[in-house]
């Protein structure tokens, strides 16, 4: 904590029933604190936000509670946080494309040769990390949400799956698949798990204290419980919509009567593509929050994360790819790695525009949006990203989900907030741009 900080913990908020925050934070970051006591106070469980601006971590707050028994969330509580981890496996990525050891134009083949079957073979590892691969089609990969805890299960059935369209032919959201399909890529290039490489090639070197995909035992105790609200559970609800047959004749007609309905409105959702890519059967009763699942890597939505690791990674990132003399990558790669990529002709999944980088995508805020910045937002409100232009880097994890796959306004607020302080600070104003609904 520098002499310029102030420290947060005697400041509980403007009455007796206003959650208590706990850390500290630079003054011209207090905008951050109110949004953060003002979220927990409003929607209930617990979360923290940690800040770098310019090298200097300027926001370190936690509050509320860890679990359904009432503790309080502590500075070492660590949270579920969904797919804000394909955010980490994108970056360990780019470590062994800066080394040479992965090309980006390159086909995934090259490095796993048993997936070229089923017709992979021209899919290369930029339509993996672009989303343009055609393989998010979980559901008719497996035939039980549990059976993304088995690795070399789930490599098997990638394997033999033929993709649903060809190669960059649909930009579709690879909600579940896509931390196998990189997973995979870079244990057969490093010859180490993936969980060992995030500790080597990223909390290790960075001194993270809490970055885990695929947790250890005597780390599961520091595990925030996910605590779902009433009415947020739109992921565990999609199998279980009465009458539905996965892509049968009377679900198929009434999804694309539906989707029809959004186009003429301007937004153009593929229904059954959602349902393809995020409820695989057994999603409903498959838990993430679980020890068992934390146990497991998933690395397109299981990390177990602090705040403050989040943040100092993406404060790398903000920094031309180097923090405290540790450098990720060269500025060369973080230029590849974060180029907006050129949209595929057709939508699915996502309805929205992303601004896809090779594995990470656009930022938007409640302020507007910071063109250079990129990272990763999570399922039930967590995210975090990284704006070279501004030497920014911002960090959320929280545990009582919103039940959205497309994220919620939680880190949105958090991040307005920051720019509005950074912008303060004398950093350049985020602006509105408008983001077409349609494909190009």
Not at 24 to 42: G, H, T
Not at 60 to 69: H, P, T, V
Not at 347 to 373: C, K, N, S
């Amino acid at each position: 904590m520098t002499l310029s900080s102030t420290v947060f913990r005697a400041m509980s908020g403007s009455s007796s029933d206003s959650v208590a925050i706990d850390g500290y934070l630079q003054p011209d970051f207090r905008s951050v604190a109110n949004s953060l006591r003002r979220q927990i106070d409003d929607l209930g469980g617990g979360a923290a936000v940690c800040v770098y601006h310019r090298g200097e971590c300027v926001v370190d707050l936690w509050g509320g509670e860890r679990n359904r028994a009432g503790d309080a969330w502590l500075r070492d509580t660590m949270a579920p946080s969904f797919s804000t981890t394909k955010g980490v496996a994108s970056t360990l990525i780019h470590v062994f494309a800066d080394r040479g050891l992965i090309d980006y134009d390159a086909p995934v083949a090259k490095y796993w040769p048993e997936f070229a079957q089923a017709g992979k073979s021209g899919i290369t590892v930029r339509h993996v990390l672009a989303h343009q691969s055609g393989l998010y089609h979980i559901r008719q990969m497996i035939d039980h949400a549990d059976r993304m805890l088995d690795w070399d299960y789930m490599v098997s059935a990638i394997e033999r799956t033929k993709p649903i369209h060809a190669p960059g032919a649909r930009t579709g959201y690879h909600g579940l698949t896509y931390g196998f399909l990189v997973g995979e890529i870079l244990q057969r290039v490093s010859g180490e798990s993936f969980p060992d490489l995030v500790e080597k090639e990223l909390a290790g070197p960075l001194k993270l204290d809490g970055m885990y995909v695929g947790a250890p035992d005597d780390q599961l105790h520091r595990a925030a419980e996910l605590m779902w609200p009433e009415g947020g559970e739109f992921l565990r609800r999609i199998p279980n919509v009465p009458g539905m047959r996965w892509l049968g004749q009377t679900a198929g007609s009434v999804m694309g009567t539906f989707s029809k309905g959004l186009e003429s409105i301007g937004l153009d959702m593929d229904l059954p593509s959602i349902v393809q890519a995020l409820a695989p059967r057994g999603i409903s009763s498959f838990d993430f929050g679980s020890h068992d699942t934390l146990r497991q890597p998933i690395p397109a939505g299981n990390g177990l994360f602090t705040a403050r690791s989040l943040a100092r990674m993406y404060a790398a990132l903000a920094d031309r790819g180097e923090l405290d003399g540790v450098r990720l990558f060269s500025r060369r790669t973080l230029g590849l790695a974060t180029e907006i990529q050129h949209e595929a002709p057709g939508r699915a999944v996502l309805p929205f525009d992303m601004r896809w980088r090779l594995g990470y995508h656009g930022i938007a805020t409640t302020e507007g949006f910071a063109p250079q910045a990129f990272g990763h937002f999570g399922f039930g409100g967590s995210g975090a990203w990284a704006d070279p232009s501004r030497r920014l880097a911002v960090a959320m994890i929280v545990n009582c989900g919103m039940g959205t796959p497309f994220g919620d306004m939680r880190v949105a607020r958090i991040s307005g907030s920051v720019l509005r302080s950074a912008h303060e600070r004398g950093d350049p104003a985020p602006h509105w741009i408008q983001l077409p609904l349609r494909p190009r």
